[in-house]
Each structure stands twice: as C-alpha cells, then as structure tokens.
C-alpha cells in the first residue's frame, strides 16, 4: 500500500483503501478543495462524469475529485442537500448514485466493499439529526426561544396569574439572559 504524507486524517483513510490506483494524485491534492475545519472520514475511488478519481466523505460534505495533467474536476455535495443514496453492487464492483437537490449523480467503478462502507456511513450520516448550522442558526433559535418565553409572560400577566411587579422582575431576567 503507498504512504501518503499528506494530513493525519487523509493518511489513516487512505490507508484503508485497497487500491489507490487512480487516485494517488488526487489523494495529495485534497487538502486544496477542503474547507477549512473540515476533516475526512472517509476514500474511495470511482469514475464519475469521464475520469477516474476519489470520493471523499468527510465531516462536511461528499466530494468527488478527479485531478488531472490538464484539467480538475471536483463536485461536491453538501449533506444538508443530499436526499437519499443508493448502491448497487456486483461482484468487484459497485455504483453510488447520490440524489441531490433534484440531481443525480453517479459514481461508477468503486470497488465493492470500499463503495459500500461509504453507501452505508453516508446513510447513517444522513439518518442522524443534524446540528443547528453555526452561529447565525443558534441566535436565531435562541432569539425565537426568547421572544416565546416573553410571550408566555405576557399571557400569565393578562390572565392575573402573576403580578406586574412579577411581570417585570421574570421580564428583565428573561432579557438579561441574552
């Protein structure tokens, strides 16, 4: 099997790969298409669109790239717009068709049980309940959540439930908390 030096988390799943044939190239070129913090979980190679290269799953997004003499090719789809996959196999080899945003992609070629493994990690990746997307989502989840405790407040102040001079202690606390 060929050692890479390229990332630790690129040499570990490229050493699981069978093969690398096809793909050493690119395997030393993905640093380059990787958004910063974004690490890989996983290789395989295949053929997509008309060149061999490598599909990488990684803590982000799937990747697909092809790295050539005179030309690049990468395509990438973000898992928050892949909306289902599929494998099918034969006896070496195997297709991942990945359905994205009304598109179909398929990755041919990809050896057997590499091909699988990722089919199956990227439907349990998929399966999982997502996080919130960053910053911007979490204040606005937290703003949302505010304004329905206010709400609330105001409801048990016009029911008599509470006092005004309850009203407004539970009112600045709430605000405080932002």
Do not use: C
């Not at 599909?55 to 717009?81: C, N, W």
């Not at 990809?110 to 091909?115: F, H, I, S, V």
């Amino acid at each position: 099997m060929a050692k890479f030096d390229v990332r630790p988390d690129i040499d570990e799943a490229a050493a699981k790969l069978q093969s690398t044939l096809g793909a050493k190239r690119e395997i030393q070129r993905l640093p380059e298409v990787l958004w910063e913090g974004e690490t890989v979980e996983m290789l395989a190679t295949g053929v997509y669109g008309k060149g061999n290269g490598l599909v990488a799953m990684t803590s982000q997004r799937l990747i697909f790239l092809k790295h050539g003499v005179m030309s690049q090719q990468v395509e990438d789809f973000p898992y928050g717009r892949i909306s289902s996959v599929q494998w099918s196999g034969g006896m070496i080899s195997g297709t991942l068709i990945v359905f994205a945003s009304g598109n179909k992609a398929e990755i041919k070629q990809m050896p057997k049980d590499a091909g699988k493994a990722l089919a199956d990690a990227l439907r349990a990746r998929l399966a999982a309940p997502q996080p919130a997307a960053g910053p911007v989502a979490a204040a606005a989840a937290g703003a949302q959540d505010v304004a329905s405790r206010l709400q609330t407040l105001d409801q048990l102040r016009a029911a008599g439930a509470i006092t005004d001079e309850e009203y407004r202690d539970r009112r600045a606390k709430i605000l405080d908390s932002l």
